[in-house]
């Protein structure tokens, strides 16, 4: 279902699924949460989420689904480990890129959404389609969409389900750059690989702040900087930073 290549400091993970545009089975979504902890704890520094094919995802395979039977209660427990994936998603303390080709729906454009960075083919195409099945939005895509693009526009997508294609989703906030389909793997190794190449410890505090400014007030956010600062101006890092501007070449950060 997923397969996994280290090219150096950057991990690609590919949904290798291409006969159901890369849907994922209820029985996969552990696998997947399982892969999201093993990146975080491996020696790599950026990771890539594509899908095998011509498309993304197409989000949980409905068909596999619909072998759950039972009440809301057994079904509620169904949604466990999805929502274990979005979480272990989120909780990554390095960088993520998702690189979209085709389709991206569902839990499938939530999952793009989870990333950092977004990068976009011009034959992408999003859509949180869960209205047209009778669904709500998962994978966290409640609190994630409107964060990526505002309330209302978050709502008009989210209550019509239509399909937004690769321009609008550059002009909405839902990608940020778009290629055509031949550079996107070129252009997400190249985004990688500059993630790869930044202050690891730096990177995950700036994550961390960013992720929960909406909740904090303008000073927990000024207490919140001056804390992590203090905490980054005594690392090694910052020395090699300022090292490397000084001799006028690239840094070469440790994590340290």
Known sequence: ????????????????????????????WGALADLFQDFGASEQRALVITGAGDDFCSGADLVAGFALQGGPTLLYEAMRPLNRAARALYELGKPSVAAVDGVAVGAGMNLALG?????????????????????????????????????????????TGRIVNADDALRYGLAAEVVDPEDL???????????????????????????????????????YEAQAQAQCLSSEDVIEGVQAFLEKRPPRFSGK
């Open 115 to 159: 990333c950092d960075i977004v990068i976009a083919s011009r034959r992408a195409r999003f859509s949180e389609i869960f209205v047209r099945r009778g669904l709500v939005l998962d994978f966290g895509g409640i609190w994630l969409l409107p964060r990526r693009i505002g309330l209302a526009r978050a709502k008009e997508l989210a209550l």
């Open 185 to 223: 793997r070129r252009r997400a190794a190249e985004v990688a690989a500059e993630l790869a190449a930044g202050a690891p410890q730096a990177q995950r505090t700036v994550k961390l702040g960013l992720d929960h400014s909406f909740e904090m007030s303008f000073d927990e956010a000024l207490e």
């Open 1 to 28: 279902m997923f397969s996994i290549t280290d090219d150096g400091p950057v991990r690609w993970l590919t949904i290798d699924n291409p006969a159901r545009r890369n849907a994922i089975p209820p029985d996969q």
